[in-house]
Structures are given as C-alpha cells and as structure tokens.
C-alpha cells in the first residue's frame, strides 16, 4: 500500500514539473524482440534462461518460505539435530551442473553463429568519436557523421525550460542516420577516434565496443524496413548519454537511389543530410526531393 | 635473558590496563576491539557519503532532461560513488568485523599485529580525504567510472594522480588487513581448534583476506602503469604507442572479478553464522560450506573477462569464460541450497539479524539468477551496460553484501556494547530498508532490459515510469539508514543490559558467546580449550 502511495505521489509531483500533458510511455517489461535472426536468437536464450530460473526460484523459495512458516518458534516448532547429509549435497551438485549443461548448449551454438561475420552483402566502418559517430561505407566513397538531433540537443541542455516529454524521438534522434538495405548482411567494423564507446542497436541485438587503434566486427542482417534506434553503450565522458545510434533500413531500391544521390556530389550531401533531419520519418522522400 | 625477563614483565603490568584516556586510545590503539569499532564508524560515514551522491544520481534521474547537475559531474557523482561504497564502505566493514570478531571466535587476545592494524586503519581517512578532494581541484573527481578504463580515465585533470595515490593507500590498506587476518587465523587459535572446527565467519575471511593479497597487487600494477602513461610517456595503454587499452580491462577484472567475491564471502559467513542460531540448529553441511566457498574463491580467479564480453574476445575465449562464470553457478548454489536445509526443521525466531539474513538469502539469490542470466556471452551482448547490469550487481552488494553487515551489527553489537538496541525500531529498518530496496533496484532489470544504457544522466522518455519509481525506493531507502544510525549510536550510549549469550535461542555456538558482555579489553587473556 505504502509503495502505491508513493508512487501516486511521485507521478504527481512529475506532473507538476512536467506539465506538458504528453502522455507517458508504456511501462516496459521486458526484452523487446528485435528485427534480425540473431536478436531472435537471443531474445529466445533470454527467455529460456528466464523461465529455468523462474522454475529454481520456485523450488527454492517455496522451499524457504514453507521452512519460515511451518517451523516457527513461536508456533512452538521443536528443532530436529542433523547438520549434514553427503547425498543431499551431491544431489544439489549434479542437477545445477545438469540444467547448466542444458543452458550453454544453445548458447554456444547462437555465440558461433554471431561471430560469423563471413559472407557479408556490405561494410560500413563505424568510428566513435567524443561524441559522435562517423558512418563510412567501405568501396563506396560515402562517408559522413551523425550527432544528436538539434531539438534534442537543446531539451537536454540542463535548465533548458524545455519539457524532454514535447520532443520527438528525446535522445534518440540524429541528423545522419546510417542507412543500410533491408534483407543484406552487413558487416560493422568497429573502431574508436579517442576513448572507447560502444555501438548498440538493441533490435539488431548486438552491442561492440569501438575501440582506439582496434577494429571490431559485428554484423546484422536486418529483416524489416523501418527505423531502429540505439546509444553508445561505454561510458565515454560528459556526453555519453548523447550519441545516439540510429539505422534507417530501406527497402533495396530506395537504399540504392539514396546511395547514388550521396556518392552523387560531395558537396550535395550536407544538403540532404539536413533535409533528412527534418522529413527523418521518410529519408527516401527528402532524397528524392533533392 | 634478563632483558627478555624485563621486557614480558613490562608486558604483564601492561595487560592490566584498560584503554588509554582520551584521544590518544583511539590514535595510537593496538586493540583489536578499538581498532574494529573505528573501522565500522569509518565504514558508517562513508556509507552515508556514498549514499548521499547515490541521491544525486537518482534525483537527477528521477525524470528526463537535466535538472539538477552538470553531465560531468554526474559522472564524478556515479565514479565516486561506487569507489566510496567499495572501498570505504563494505571493505572496511567486514575488515572492522574481522578485528572484532575473529580473535574472539578463535579464543585469542587481540590480532597478531596490533601495529600494523592501526596502520592499514589510520591510512584510510587520509586516502578518503583525498579522493574526496579530487571534487574540489580543477577537473574536478575521477569520472571516468570505478573502473578507470583508459584512455577515458586519462582525460580526468588535477585528481588523477590523487584518485591513483588514494587507490594505492586504499590497497595498501587493505592488504595490511589480510596479512593480519591470516597470521592471527593461522598462528592464534585456541588449542583444539582445528582448521575445519573454526566458525564458518573465520573460514569466510582466511579465504577472503588471501583473494586480498592475490588481487590488491595487480590493482596496484594497473593503476601505476595508468600514471606512467599519463606522466612518464610509457604506452602500456595508448596504442598509438604500441599499447592495448583493452589489456587494462583484462588487468582491471583479473582484480575485479576477485574483489566482488572479497565483498560477498564474509558475507556468506556472517549469514551462515546467524542461520544456525535463529533456526536452534546446527549448520547444515558445514564442511560443504567451507569447500564451497574455497571453489568459489578458485573460480573468481578464471572468470573476470565475463565483465568485457562486449570488447571483442575470440570465440574461444568467450565460449571459456562464459562455461567458467557458469560454473560458479554450482558452489553458490549449494550455500543456497545449505542455508534452507538449516532452516528446515528448525525452530525459527525473526529477530532483526535473523530479518536480514532471511532477506538476504531471497535477495541475494535474485541477484545470482540475473548473474546467471549475465553469464551467457549472446543475452550479455543485450544486457552489457544496461540497467540489468546496475540492477544485478547492486543487488549481490545492497541486499547482498550491505545487508549482512547490518545483519552482523544487529547480531553482535549487543555483544560489542553489553547493551541491548531497541528491537522495535531495529524491525522497523528491516521492513523499510527490505521493501525500499526492492522498488529501488527491481524496476532498473526492467530499464535494462527495455534497453537503457548505464551511466547515462537522462534518458529517452520511454523510460521514465520506472526510472521515477526507481528514485522514490532511493530516497525511501536512504532515508530508512539513518534510523540505522540512530539505532547503533543509541545502543553504544545505553539500553538493557545484554547477557553473556545475549540470545535465548540455546545458541548461539561459539568461543565469543563466553566472554561477558561487552568482552574483557583483552578478550582471551588464557586461551579457551576447545573440545
């Protein structure tokens, strides 16, 4: 009850300071599924790591628990003397490493099927800067970076007097999405310009760290058109918490046409990168218009 | 020979004394009980400091955009934070227990090395001093989190090289404690005490204080190679030199990994202590207690890369690392397992260390299933760096490892004071200390998992509901200590006066439970025998 009241207290106390109205976002559970075969993969061990644990804590707690209630002291319960048993003791050593057993098989096979970055369609080469990244498609000459949305950038700034809840997409907006076409395996080398960060994606379900004078690889074969959105994932300074990561996968043809308009003029590209910031929801648009 | 006849009759008159006046018993003590009691006060004040920059940190998230603080210094508030909570907070309170409580658990006078023990405590305040003053030099505190990953960690000013000088002293310190942990475990029982018949708290350190005297060096190692790239133009770290930032995590976690295990063993052997005596029947499985905790300290050596999944490992070593972080699964699961088979078929009382000890075991062993859940390397490559991870870990330390330190402060400090504390009040604590810590740190496995990064100062508002929550349970919770205070400073002024066992239970077993309460100042001067 006392929980209750205090939540209740709190949303109004967040009411008065935010007084926007906008309504706020669900409240989230649990792992969302993502777009790509391994984030499935993945999402799946999660869920059966979950549930086995689920099972143990059942076992376990009702143990306790029926071991707090039926032998109280005060309900006159008398104690019994054992103090060992080397059967009970192999019983509860054999049947974790069992069920362990039974948990790695599936993730040994999803951990090889990650790291199998063969046979890609393309490679971009993600490099983090403080606090940026640059997006360079490898053989194709395109190259640019993406930072935070304007509008985000000046909610986020501290006293702003701007309600984070009135703009779209807080934080995890930029100007420059990466670009990538749906259905195509595509490769992330992974590096760092200074300290190191961290590429996440949660619906591609990969996370690498970018690290100076090192190239990661990570790769995903996204499956539906859309926007997907992620942050740097490695404490990188004063402005972690503001770099977003944002990929827009297009259907093939509209990927292609956005390629040639980019490797189109050097010169051209600032232009639509800034048209892209403001028609984000549908690039392809603003490319075409360009 | 007639010097040696002087010196042990200088010795005996000395024996009779009780503290010395003033000041000076405090300053220049050798007791293992003085000693211990500053230890625990020293652990007390930082516990509140680190809580008070926790309370930034979570009124500053309690909604999204930035209100209160500067990003940077919310870096500073989440860096300092976990330095103070590890090193100033849980290790020297389970270092201050151990002065307590060891030598009268093992029948001895005081600790082999009463010098040494005033020095690793008195080091302490002087290296809080100044990796608390760090926040006040240009640059401002370390920022870079606990960890100090270069080239991050370089990027702090004027407090790097007293965020480095304060972690050697802090190491320095604590590697001092262990040596005296083991030299009096192994050198001043009482006759009869065999290894395998020391309470299962002695056992839980002698582990604990030789994981501290592995690791404390290479902590040391890694931090000095961090001053020498920053001042001396060494490349241990920066590859532009030829170095590898990424040997640094691989350094850091071979302390690391050991060093969570230094918070939670005494742990299990302050809950393993407190079972027995409030379920009026023996420990279950003594033996495999004591096996179980020496594999665990085993593992805890072969499993650090599991922090650092994310920085690009071969299959390999990823597929090693998460088969052996799996395995700790096994030892961790039997202490589980033997704690409920001591309850079963006890006769089970709730006293507040009791209380404690009870949360512990549910919570803590939530804290093991999200460990669980964290091992396997392609679910971590969604969890790493996420709330799932701030929520697990701080579940293994609040309700783990902070929990059994009050557990361990309300079960003796009625032996400590020779006073009785306010029952009422002390269940009190428990209740809110057990229900604020929940809506504090179980919402943030749901941010974790909904995909919001840690160590970030606002967040996107899909995540404010439970990030709200989350800071009402901090508040709540921090709120609820000070009733712990009160209590411990309340209980050393005065109240009821405790007997020689202090609880009725028929139990308590044990060498300490002889001694009067509070014990002599020289607890055992003829050793005990034990049978």
């Known amino acids: 009850m006392k929980i209750v009241k205090y939540a209740a207290a709190g949303s109004l106390a967040g009411a008065a300071f935010a007084p926007s109205g906008a309504a706020l976002a669900a409240w989230e559970l649990n792992m969302p599924v993502g777009v790509t075969e391994l984030s499935r993969d993945i999402h799946g061990l999660h869920m059966l790591i979950f549930w086995i644990c689920v099972l143990i804590a059942i076992a376990v707690f009702g143990m306790m628990i029926y071991s707090i209630v039926k032998f109280r002291h005060s309900q006159g319960a008398v104690p019994a003397n054992f103090d060992h048993s080397t059967k009970a003791e192999i019983v509860w050593t054999i049947i974790p490493v069992a069920i362990l057993v039974g948990m790695a098989i599936p993730a040994a096979a999803t951990l090889v099927k990650i790291e199998d970055t063969r046979d890609s369609d393309m490679t971009v080469k993600v490099t983090g800067y403080q606090w940026k990244w640059q997006y360079e498609y490898l053989d194709q000459d395109v190259s640019f970076f993406s930072t935070l949305a304007r509008d985000s950038d000046h909610a986020r700034q501290l006293d702003s007097g701007v309600d984070p809840n009135s703009v779209e997409n807080y934080l995890l907006e930029v100007d420059n999405p990466l670009v990538v076409p749906v259905g195509k395996k595509v490769r992330v080398l992974l590096t760092s310009h200074d300290v190191i960060h961290a590429w996440w994606v949660p619906a591609f379900g990969m996370k690498k760290d970018a690290i100076p004078g090192f190239v990661n690889e990570l790769w995903f074969r996204a499956d539906e058109p859309g926007i997907y959105r992620g942050q740097c994932a490695e404490l990188c300074g004063r402005d972690h918490a503001f770099m977003p990561v944002v990929v827009n996968v297009l259907p093939q043809q509209e990927y292609d046409s956005w390629l040639a308009q980019q490797k189109g003029g050097e010169q051209a590209a600032p232009a639509a990168a800034s048209a892209q910031t403001v028609e984000n929801a549908a690039p392809a648009t603003a490319a075409a218009a360009e | ?531």
């Not at chain 2, 405090?26 to 009980?33: D, G, I, P, S, V």
């Not at chain 2, 179980?292 to 490992?313: D, E, K, P, Q, Y």
């Not at chain 2, 075991?361 to 093991?368: D, E, M, P, V």
């Not at chain 2, 269940?427 to 941010?447: D, E, G, M, R, Y």
């Open chain 2, 1 to 531: 020979m007639a010097h040696a006849h002087t010196h042990d009759a200088a010795h005996d008159h000395h024996d009779d004394h009780g503290p010395a006046k003033g000041i000076g018993r405090w300053l220049f003590a050798t007791n293992h009980k003085d000693i211990g009691t500053m230890y625990m006060l020293f652990s007390l004040l930082m516990f509140f400091i680190g809580g008070a920059m926790a309370l930034v940190i979570r009124a500053e998230l309690f909604q999204p955009g930035m209100q209160l603080v500067d990003p940077m210094f919310f870096n500073q508030m989440t860096t300092m934070h976990a330095l103070i909570m590890i090193f100033g907070a849980v290790m020297p309170a389970f270092v201050g227990l151990a002065n307590w409580m060891i030598p009268l658990q093992v029948g001895a006078p005081d600790m082999a090395l009463p010098r040494m023990n005033n020095f690793s405590f008195w080091i302490l305040p002087f290296a809080f001093t100044m990796l608390l003053g760090t926040l006040f030099v240009p640059g401002g505190g370390p920022a870079g989190g606990w960890t100090m990953y270069p080239p991050l960690s370089q990027q702090l000013g004027d407090g790097f090289p007293m965020l480095i000088f304060a972690v050697h002293l802090m190491g320095a310190s604590s590697i001092m404690g262990a040596i005296n942990v083991i030299v009096t475990i192994m050198n001043m029982r009482a006759p009869g005490m065999s290894l395998l018949k020391m309470p299962i708290f002695v056992w839980t350190w002698l582990i604990t204080a030789y994981l501290l005297i592995a690791v404390m060096p290479v902590l040391a190692g890694a931090v000095t190679m961090l001053l020498t790239d920053h001042y001396f133009g060494t490349t241990f770290f920066e590859a532009a030199g030829g170095g590898d930032p990424v040997m640094f995590q691989h350094i850091f976690w071979f302390f690391g990994h050991p060093e969570v295990y230094i918070m939670i063993l005494p742990a299990f052997g302050i809950v393993s202590e407190i079972i027995p005596t409030f379920s009026r029947k023996p420990l279950f499985g003594y033996d495999a207690m004591v096996y179980a905790t020496a594999s665990i300290a085993f593992l805890s050596f072969i499993v650090w890369a599991h922090h650092m999944f994310t920085v690009g490992m071969p299959l390999a070593g990823q597929m090693f690392f998460m088969l052996a972080t799996m395995l700790i699964a096994v030892p961790t699961g039997v202490k589980v397992f033997n704690w409920t088979a001591t309850m079963f078929k006890g006769s089970i009382s709730f006293e507040p260390p009791m209380l404690f000890a009870i949360s512990f075991l549910f919570l803590f062993t939530i804290g093991g299933f999200s460990g669980l859940m964290l091992a396997i390397v392609p679910a971590d490559f969604q969890y790493h760096d996420t709330y799932f991870v701030v929520a697990h870990f701080h579940y293994v330390l609040v309700p783990g490892a902070v929990f059994s330190l009050m557990a361990a402060a309300y079960y003796w400090l009625p032996k400590w004071t020779g006073h009785m504390y306010n029952m009422k009040l002390a269940k009190a604590h428990f209740w809110l200390s057990t229900i604020f810590v929940n809506v504090l740190f179980f919402p943030q496995h749901f941010l974790g998992l909904a995909g919001m990064p840690r160590r970030i100062p606002d967040y996107s508002t899909q995540f404010a509901d439970w990030n709200m929550i989350s800071s009402i349970g901090a508040f709540g919770f921090g709120l609820s200590q000070l009733l712990f205070a009160y209590i411990v400073f309340a209980c050393i002024r005065g109240g009821e006066k405790a007997t020689d066992k202090v609880w009725d239970s028929g139990r308590p077993h044990g060498l300490e439970w002889t001694l009067s309460s509070p014990p002599p100042y020289h607890s055992f001067e003829t050793a005990p025998e034990v049978k």
